[in-house]
C-alpha cells in the first residue's frame, strides 16, 4: 500500500540553525508528494509540492526534491526562524485521477530564539 | 471569507450521541474531503465527494460514520452513537477539479467524546 514515514519529533533547534526533516515514500505508480504545515491553533496549510521525479518544490526558504531513486522528498531550510515553530506534514497523492492525500505523522518543530 | 470554513470548531458529547459537522468548501471547487486526525497523527483520509457525488468512502471506519453532499457544495459528516474513539480533530479540504490542483484545508473540528 501507500505510506509515507517522517522523522520522529519533536525537533528544537536554535534560530538560524539549519533545518532537515526526512520523508520517505512508498507508493505504486508515480505520486505527486508535498509538505503541508500546521501553525498552533490553525489548519493545514501546503507549503511545497512536487509532481516528478527530481523536481524541486520550494517557497519560504523552504526546499524539497523528488528522489525517486531513494523514494524520498526531505524538507530543508537553510536557516530558520522563531516563526517556523509549527508541526509538519509530508504527503502523497498518488497520480491519474487518484484524489486522496496519504500523510506522514507529522513532526513537530520548535525554534529557539 | 475565502477559506473552507467548518463548524462548529469544538464539539463536545456523551457517548452514544449523534454529532453532525459541517463544511464550507471554497466557492466553486468540485472536489470535497474528509479526514480524521488523531491526537500526535496524520491526518487519515475518511472520504471524498466529487459535487454532490460520493466516489470513494473507503476510510469510513464504520457505519456509524455517514457524509452528504446533496447540493454539491456544502457537506455534513455525521456520526451516530459515538464512541470515545470517535474524539479526534475532523478536517475538510475542497479542490478544484480533478488532477494536480491543491487542497486547502479548514482549521477542523475538535470532536471530545466523553
Known amino acids: 500500500g501507500n505510506s509515507v514515514t517522517q522523522m520522529e519529533g519533536p525537533v528544537t533547534l536554535s534560530e538560524e540553525a539549519f533545518l532537515t526533516i526526512n520523508c520517505t515514500y512508498t507508493?505504486?505508480?508515480?505520486?505527486?508528494l508535498f509538505w503541508y504545515v500546521q501553525y498552533p491553533g490553525e489548519g493545514l496549510q501546503l507549503l511545497l509540492k512536487?509532481?516528478?521525479?527530481?523536481d524541486k518544490g520550494s517557497n519560504k526558504g523552504f526546499e524539497a526534491t523528488y528522489r525517486k531513486e531513494t523514494t524520498s522528498f526531505h524538507l530543508e531550510k537553510g536557516s530558520v526562524q522563531v516563526s517556523d515553530s509549527a508541526v509538519y506534514f509530508c504527503?502523497?497523492?498518488?497520480?491519474?485521477?487518484?484524489?486522496?492525500?496519504?500523510f506522514g505523522q507529522g513532526t513537530r518543530l520548535t525554534i529557539n530564539p | 471569507g475565502a477559506g473552507v470554513s467548518q463548524s462548529p470548531r469544538y464539539k463536545v458529547a456523551k457517548r452514544g450521541q449523534d454529532v453532525a459537522l459541517r463544511c464550507d468548501p471554497i466557492?466553486?471547487?468540485?472536489?470535497l474531503f474528509w479526514y480524521q486526525q488523531a491526537l500526535g497523527q496524520g491526518p487519515e483520509f475518511l472520504t471524498y465527494?466529487?459535487?454532490?457525488?460520493?466516489?470513494?468512502k473507503s476510510g469510513l471506519p464504520s457505519d456509524r460514520f455517514f457524509a452528504e453532499r446533496p447540493e454539491g457544495s456544502v457537506s455534513t459528516l455525521k456520526i451516530q452513537r459515538t464512541q470515545q474513539e470517535d474524539s479526534a480533530v475532523y478536517l475538510c479540504?475542497?479542490?478544484?477539479?480533478?488532477?494536480?490542483?491543491?487542497?486547502?484545508f479548514g482549521d477542523g473540528t475538535r470532536l471530545s467524546i466523553l
Open positions: 479540504a475542497s479542490s478544484l477539479a480533478v488532477g494536480n490542483q491543491p487542497q486547502h
Open positions: 466557492s466553486g471547487h468540485v472536489s
Open positions: 465527494f466529487q459535487n454532490e457525488a460520493q466516489l470513494d
Open positions: 507508493a505504486t505508480g508515480y505520486p505527486s
Open positions: 504527503a502523497l497523492r498518488r497520480g491519474q485521477g487518484a484524489q486522496k492525500l496519504v
Open positions: 512536487a509532481t516528478k521525479a527530481d
